[in-house]
């Protein structure tokens, strides 16, 4: 996630000034809401030195050989797991019963900053603050808790809180400058979660999944037994969602993010999708996909990487990915998971992988030197390089707003976009290369 950074414009037709020069890039209508799209109606979004031109997949030449194979991939994602400091887990390990502590302390180390001043569109009191902590149902844990599974038949915001109300630093709680501060992540359809808790009500479940712990909303899991959570998501064969765009299950519309998994029928041409029953339970029923999908991970390469990045230009900014698209960290992730690679989820777990990290900084990287597809990495925000043009990176990253020089005046993207990094400087006055404290490349 990316700090100032906001929603797209939901204006019928809005113009939106993004480069350093005098480039225009309309926004219609549909553009920040139709989800599946065709080749044909692709938006490019491009900004500071970047052209139109650089919008196009085929101007970068991208390699199209192997980087790792699938064998090799399953061991960098075991290498990852194995760190142990990125929140990283592999589900598909039983633990059958685990300890009050660890409970606990994954719950508690969510807390309200002083600096979240609003609740919805009221003032944050003290009493407020004891309710959505006494909502944790913390009183009511065994020093040992019998650990039930689950996978989930809906993509569900993963939040801090067992609350749907919207914290933040300003009176804002929808639009494109609304930035919930209990909105961690969103859980894909289909993925697998270990469930540890629940509120008094069994609303809400305090659960693991493989890359985040948090609070999600007990309709959107599938109860089932341990085996059969494996068996679900290790299923063979699958396909994997290789755009954003909304689906149909059951006549419930979702809109399914890139990266999204599920066991497949070739004969039938049909996902196996999860869906929960009545009572709770999880059933599979067979769906015909409404978008671009993958039968089976897409080969590791640049060409890949690339494609897949550049398929999300002009889709809005998500702070948390709560509607269904991506915010930085996000856009990186879901690329990278349509190929089978597990990263972390927020930039400050990606800032700690050990392999085939540079941490040089910024103005001192020799860019060329990089693989194009490489994670550049600053404090607060995720890029994906593209490549460079004289020495200068090219990045294409979902980010929100930037300042112009010389009147320095804010200029609010709040969507994936191509841009020049030399040139590009963000809400702070920092120079966005200067930035750069980490490029991680995945080899």
């Not at 038949?153 to 809180?161: A, G, I, K, Y």
């Not at 697998?192 to 808790?197: A, L, M, R, T």
């Not at 999860?274 to 339970?281: A, E, F, L």
């Not at 090219?394 to 993207?413: D, N």
Request: net charge neutral; glycine share 6%.
């Amino acid at each position: 996630m990316y700090r100032n950074s906001l929603f797209c414009s939901r204006n019928a037709t809005h113009v939106l000034l993004l480069v350093m020069g005098c480039l225009l890039w309309t926004i219609t209508n549909t553009s920040c809401h139709r989800a599946h799209r065709t080749k044909s109606s692709v938006r490019s979004c491009y900004g500071g030195s970047a052209t139109q031109e650089m919008t196009d997949v085929s101007y970068w030449n991208p390699s199209d050989t192997i980087i790792l194979t699938p064998e090799q991939i399953v061991q960098y994602n075991n290498e990852l797991i194995a760190q142990g400091n990125l929140d990283l887990v592999d589900i598909t390990i039983q633990n059958p019963i685990i300890s009050k502590d660890v409970v606990e302390k994954g719950i508690a180390k969510y807390t309200i900053a002083n600096s979240w001043k609003w609740l919805d569109t009221m003032l944050i009191t003290a009493e407020d603050k004891q309710a959505l902590y006494e909502s944790r149902n913390l009183g009511q844990l065994n020093d040992s808790i019998i650990v039930r599974y689950g996978v989930i038949t809906h993509p569900t915001d993963m939040r801090s809180f067992p609350t749907d109300k919207v914290s933040s630093k300003d009176k804002v709680v929808e639009g494109p400058q609304c930035y919930d501060r209990f909105q961690e992540t969103q859980l894909r359809l289909g993925e697998g979660v270990h469930i540890w808790h629940q509120t008094a009500d069994g609303e809400w479940f305090f659960v693991r999944a493989t890359d985040y712990a948090g609070w999600i909303k007990s309709k959107h899991v599938g109860l089932c037994t341990y085996e059969d959570m494996c068996a679900y998501i290790q299923k063979e064969p699958f396909c994997v969602v290789t755009d954003i765009y909304d689906q149909t299950i059951q006549d419930v519309t979702m809109r399914l993010n890139m990266g999204t998994k599920l066991p497949y029928n070739t004969q039938k041409n049909k996902a196996l999708a999860p869906i929960r029953m009545h009572d709770g339970s999880l059933a599979i029923c067979e769906t015909t996909m409404a978008g671009d999908i993958h039968q089976g991970y897409l080969p590791y390469t640049t060409l890949n990487v690339l494609t897949l990045a550049f398929k999300q230009q002009g889709f809005p900014y998500d702070w948390g990915c709560k509607n269904g698209y991506n915010d930085c960290s996000g856009l990186a992730q879901s690329v990278y998971r349509c190929m089978g690679i597990q990263l972390p989820r927020n930039t400050s777990s990606m800032r700690r992988i050990q392999r085939n990290m540079h941490s040089e900084g910024g103005i001192n990287f020799d860019y060329t030197q990089f693989m194009p597809g490489s994670i550049l990495l600053s404090s607060g925000h995720t890029m994906i390089l593209v490549g460079t043009i004289d020495k200068n990176p090219i990045i294409i990253h979902a980010f929100g707003s930037y300042k112009q020089p010389p009147t320095w005046e804010k200029r609010q993207v709040s969507a994936t976009c191509i841009t020049s990094m030399s040139d590009l400087y963000w809400t702070d006055g920092e120079r966005s290369i200067e930035s750069i404290g980490h490029v991680y490349e995945i080899k």
